[in-house]
């Protein structure tokens, strides 16, 4: 049946010590870091997304937002830690490893692997990934439907 769950290896973000969150929001702040990340976190939606913009222009942190979020949607530091590997924010991997389980750990060095190994970033922005796939809806869309005649 696997390995029993352990309560003591999961932290809820929301209850990360408080310096090293105030740490990651700080530097997700910076150039709006928060928003290239939210398009990798399962759960996160357009929506979600808006209401950060939102409370970023009260001058309220945008990713603590986020977060908090994604915390309230069952996501732990263990989530937040495999997401900043995968988009390769290793110096936040640095910051929040603390607050992770050891068994992830492992992740800090596969991603400095890679990045030594090669030039290109193996994560495409997310830009580029919801561009085409708007380009294949929009294709779908203005195509005839077959039932349509053309007469």
Request: glycine share 2%.
């Amino acid at each position: 049946m696997g390995e029993p769950l352990n309560l003591s290896q999961i932290t809820l973000i929301s209850f990360m010590k408080r310096d090293i969150l105030q740490q990651i929001c700080d530097i997700l702040d910076t150039d709006n870091t928060w928003e290239t990340i939210a398009a990798y976190m399962p759960g996160i939606h357009l929506k979600d997304v808006e209401a950060c913009k939102k409370f970023a222009s009260f001058s309220q942190s945008p990713s603590k937002l986020l977060l908090r979020v994604w915390c309230a949607k069952g996501y732990t530091t263990n989530h937040l830690y495999q997401l900043f590997a995968k988009t390769k924010l290793i110096r936040l991997m640095r910051i929040i490893k603390p607050e992770v389980n050891e068994k992830f750990y492992y992740l800090e060095d596969k991603v400095l692997n890679l990045s030594k190994k090669s030039t290109k970033p193996k994560v495409n922005p997310p830009g580029s990934q919801s561009a085409s796939r708007c380009k294949k809806t929009e294709s779908k869309e203005s195509s005839p439907a077959p039932t349509q005649s053309t007469s």
